[in-house]
Every structure is written in structure tokens, then in C-alpha cells.
């Protein structure tokens, strides 16, 4: 007996070559379950048109449920004969059912099919990455709770530049995942279209209502054009967008811990549980979590340009190459519900060492341009400012010394408009504090910050 979908006008079988290279359902047989719920939505329409009578429908529907119980406990699995889900579905269902189970295939292809199986999958996947997003944004929330006030050396360059507070700096990490939460909950507005009832590209004769079936599975409404529907893969290159966003997000992140955990910074001491040694130096304590944020997100970059590079040139509707979808955006999937939770506990679990960052806020003469704005307040223009401050820190290098160490003598020299009273903004206290406008590193607009943030992501 044949099990593909498609033998009628073939003198033979396909050969072994083609149908390795064709073959699918190794990697989208997890679209099953979306395969079967689009599948009783569609028995339902059949019926509503008068196609499966009651007692029909009601076999369908309990072999659809018998297969999809088979599916999960894995008694029902593909074989190496089945091209790809829909076929392996077909089969288990034609096992069930015999001839009838023929007729659900009725008013539909497998090019609008697919295309809604894996909005299906996506919609509801995403969903999931969107609860790990959540939690690795509370992660960094907690901890920046913690560090408000702790002074640490923000940086441009990597070099030294002015004090922030640590709390506030964890917090610019959140900023970017409340943008890809953001991304995803849009992107699945545009998502929740559903493409059956396009059937192979053109629409079918058969009264079968697609807004129906659209409902049925959870979207908003059915796709405004038969063609479109089955050529359409933006939601799978948007999804991979938001996807190597996020990860392009997680690998700054992770490189700031790969830093901050390092010997020369000292900042942060990982868990042991979210660190990893080294098989010959048993002093290492590598943070290996960060680096693999790191590097996935090359893999997750690479998937949005696979899809965007296979779509390009594309003439409507389905084409083959359309297959070639679904393996970046599983990967995508994998690869963030498996790195997000790691990061989270990594996150949660690691020690600051807010005396290190403390110690290192006015390193590298982070004050200075606390005395050129001190300067602006008593008039002098910001190049003249600049210019003092600059001659200021030339001789703190020549002297080998900070700052605040000068004497009043020394800073009379260099300027006689640098009276004693600078002192005032030659510490990091003073300099965080003097920070209140919104948005600023001062301790009363990151409590602010803070408590928005923590709003925003009880709320999703
Ligand atoms: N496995 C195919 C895919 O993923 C399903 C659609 C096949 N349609 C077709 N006309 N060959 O795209």
C-alpha cells in the first residue's frame, strides 16, 4: 500500500537519492500536534459544509484524538517511508480509519497546512521564550535592587569614564529584553492570521468557511489572500529577527560577565553551580554560561539569514525551498529555552563585590567631568571647562596622584577659578547623587527606574 500523498500519476517510486534529500520529517515531526489540532478544526469545517456526516465526524475526531494520544506516548512514530508530518499523520489516520479517513484531506494542501502548523508552533513557542525572557529580566531586576546605590566605573571604550551605579547598569540589560518581549507580543499580531482554506494557493470550490477555522485554532481572523498565505514566511524571518536580537542582547550581557569575573575586574563571583573548572588548572572557575551566550548568538544570526536568503527571489506561491524554514526557527527555539534559564540562574546566584566596584568608581579620574560641569555652574564655557579640567588630570598623571589629592595650591595654579570649593564634586558620592533628572544614574531616578521596570514585568 502507498503512503505518499502524491504516487497517482507516477509509474514508480521516488529514488533513494530524491527521497533523502526531500524528506522532512525528522526534523518537523514535532509540528504534529499544531498538524492534528488544524486538522480537527478542518474536519469541523467539512462538516459544516455537508461533506462528513455527524457519525463521520465524530470517527474522525476520535481517531484524530486516538492518534494524537498514540503521537505522545510514542506508539505512533514516523517511518522512514513518510516524507514529512502531514504524510506520517495521513498514514496513522488511514490505519485508524481506513477510507475515510481520505476524505479529510478534502479543500486543503499541504502548502496551507504547513504554513499553519508552524504559525501554530511559533505562536505558541514563543510564548514560552517569552516567560524566559521574563525571567532572566527579574534575575538582573533582583540583583539590581541590591546595587542601587553601589558606585561602579560605567565605561565607553571599555576605559573608565564616569560613575554609575552598578543597580543602574544591570538595569540597562533589562531595557533591551522588555524591547524583545515588546517585539514578540507585535510580532504576534501579525502572526495570528491563519492560512488555511488557501488550500495548494488559489482557494477551494468547497464551501469550507477559513475565518471558522481560523477561530478554531486561536487566531484572529484568515489570511486576506489564498496566494499570499501559502508564499508568506515573514513571520518566521521576524521571529528570527526577534530571536538574534535577543541574542545579540544575552552575548553583550555575557561578555560583561566574562569581564566582571575575570581576575583584572574581580567584580562578580559566580556560583559554583553556574560555573565550570578546568580539567588540568584546578584553581579555574570559568563562566562558561556567559561565553555560550556569547557564541549562540552566531548560530541565531545565522538562522535569521538562512530564512531571509532562502525567501529572497522566491516567485509565489510555495515553492520547496520553503522547507528550509523550519530548522532556524526550531534552532532558534532550542537554542533559547535552553541558554535563557541558565543565564537566569547565573544571574540570581552570582555575588557582586560592591567594595571592588566601589574602589574602582573614580579610578581612571571618572570626577573629571564633575569639575568641568562644576566649572559650567560658575560660567565658564564648557570648552574653557574642558580645557582646565584636561590640564588638571595631565598634572594628576604627572604627579602620579588622584584627583582630590592636589592641593588647593596645585589647583590654583592650574586655574585660578579652581577654588577650594570643587571639592565638593570630587566624589563619586556626589557625583551619583547630583544625577536626578529622569533616566539618570542618581539614586533617586534608577529607584524610579526600578520600580517600573518591576511593573512592567509583573504584568506579563
Ligand atoms: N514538507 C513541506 C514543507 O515543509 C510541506 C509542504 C509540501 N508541499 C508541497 N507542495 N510539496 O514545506
Known amino acids: 500500500s502507498r503512503t505518499s500523498l502524491?504516487?497517482?500519476?507516477?509509474?514508480?517510486?521516488?529514488?533513494?537519492?530524491?527521497?533523502?534529500?526531500?524528506?522532512?520529517v525528522q526534523f518537523d515531526w514535532r509540528l504534529a500536534p499544531y498538524d492534528l489540532a488544524a486538522s480537527r478544526a478542518h474536519a469541523r469545517v467539512l462538516a459544516y459544509a455537508g461533506l462528513l456526516d455527524a457519525e463521520e465526524l465524530g470517527q474522525m475526531l476520535a481517531a484524530l484524538d486516538d492518534l494524537e494520544a498514540a503521537c505522545a506516548s510514542g506508539s505512533f512514530r514516523?517511518?522512514?517511508?513518510d516524507e514529512d508530518v502531514h504524510t506520517a499523520l495521513e498514514r496513522g489516520l488511514l490505519e485508524r480509519l481506513g477510507t475515510l479517513g481520505g476524505k479529510l484531506r478534502a479543500g486543503r494542501s499541504r502548502n496551507d497546512q504547513v504554513a499553519t502548523d508552524l504559525r501554530l508552533y511559533l505562536r505558541d513557542h514563543a510564548r514560552g521564550v517569552a516567560a524566559r525572557l521574563v525571567e532572566l529580566a527579574d534575575a538582573l531586576v533582583e540583583q539590581a535592587a541590591q546595587h542601587v546605590s553601589t558606585p561602579a566605573p560605567g565605561m565607553t571604550h571599555v576605559q573608565h569614564a564616569q560613575p554609575v551605579s552598578f543597580g543602574h547598569w544591570l538595569l540597562a540589560h533589562v531595557q533591551p529584553l522588555l524591547r524583545d518581549l515588546d517585539r514578540l507580543r507585535d510580532w504576534d499580531k501579525r502572526t495570528a492570521i491563519s492560512p488555511l482554506g488557501a488550500g495548494a494557493l488559489a482557494g477551494s470550490s468547497l464551501p469550507l468557511d477559513p475565518v471558522v477555522v481560523a477561530k478554531e485554532l486561536g487566531f484572529t481572523t484568515s489570511a486576506a489572500n489564498s496566494?499570499?498565505?501559502?508564499?508568506?514566511?515573514?513571520f518566521a524571518a521576524e521571529f528570527l529577527f526577534v530571536?538574534?536580537?535577543a541574542g545579540v542582547h544575552l552575548s553583550r550581557l555575557g561578555e560583561e560577565v566574562v569581564m566582571w569575573t575575570s581576575q583584572e575586574f574581580g567584580w562578580?563571583?559566580?556560583?559554583?553551580?553556574?560555573?565550570?573548572?578546568?580539567?588540568?588548572?584546578?584553581?579555574?572557575?570559568?563562566?562558561?554560561?556567559?561565553?555560550?551566550a556569547r557564541g549562540k548568538s552566531g548560530r541565531l544570526i545565522g538562522g535569521l539569514v538562512t530564512v531571509l536568503t532562502m525567501l529572497k527571489g522566491l516567485p509565489l506561491t510555495y515553492d520547496r525551498d520553503m522547507q528550509?524554514?523550519?530548522e532556524p526557527v526550531f534552532d532558534a527555539v532550542d537554542t533559547l529555552?535552553?541558554?535563557?534559564?541558565?543565564?537566569a540562574g547565573m544571574i540570581s546566584t552570582m555575588t557582586v563585590r560592591a567594595d571592588r566596584l566601589a574602589a574602582a568608581a573614580p579610578v581612571g579620574f571618572t570626577l573629571a567631568t564633575e569639575v568641568a560641569d562644576w566649572l559650567v555652574r560658575k560660567h565658564v564655557p564648557f570648552r574653557d571647562a574642558h580645557e582646565i579640567t584636561g590640564k588638571l588630570v595631565s598634572l594628576c598623571e604627572a604627579r602620579d596622584c588622584a584627583l582630590d589629592e592636589l592641593s588647593d595650591d596645585d589647583l590654583q595654579k592650574v586655574s585660578p577659578l579652581l577654588t577650594p570649593e570643587v571639592r565638593q564634586v570630587l566624589t563619586v558620592e556626589s557625583a551619583l547623587a547630583s544625577r536626578t533628572?529622569?533616566?539618570?544614574?542618581?539614586?533617586?531616578?534608577?529607584?524610579?527606574?526600578?520600580?517600573?521596570?518591576?511593573?512592567?514585568?509583573?504584568?506579563?
Not at 514516523?78 to 517511508?81: A, F, G, L, N
Request: net charge negative; hydrophobic share 40%.
Open 6 to 24: 502524491w504516487g497517482g500519476r507516477f509509474a514508480g517510486g521516488p529514488a533513494e537519492a530524491l527521497a533523502r534529500l526531500s524528506v522532512s
Open 78 to 81: 514516523p517511518t522512514v517511508e
Open 227 to 234: 496566494m499570499d498565505a501559502v508564499a508568506d514566511r515573514d
Open 243 to 245: 530571536t538574534a536580537l
Open 268 to 292: 562578580v563571583e559566580l556560583d559554583d553551580a553556574f560555573a565550570t573548572g578546568s580539567s588540568i588548572m584546578p584553581q579555574k572557575k570559568n563562566a562558561d554560561i556567559a561565553e555560550l
Open 324 to 326: 528550509e524554514d523550519k
Open 337 to 343: 529555552e535552553l541558554l535563557l534559564p541558565a543565564l
Open 437 to 460: 533628572t529622569p533616566g539618570s544614574t542618581g539614586p533617586g531616578p534608577v529607584a524610579d527606574q526600578l520600580a517600573s521596570v518591576q511593573d512592567k514585568l509583573e504584568t506579563w
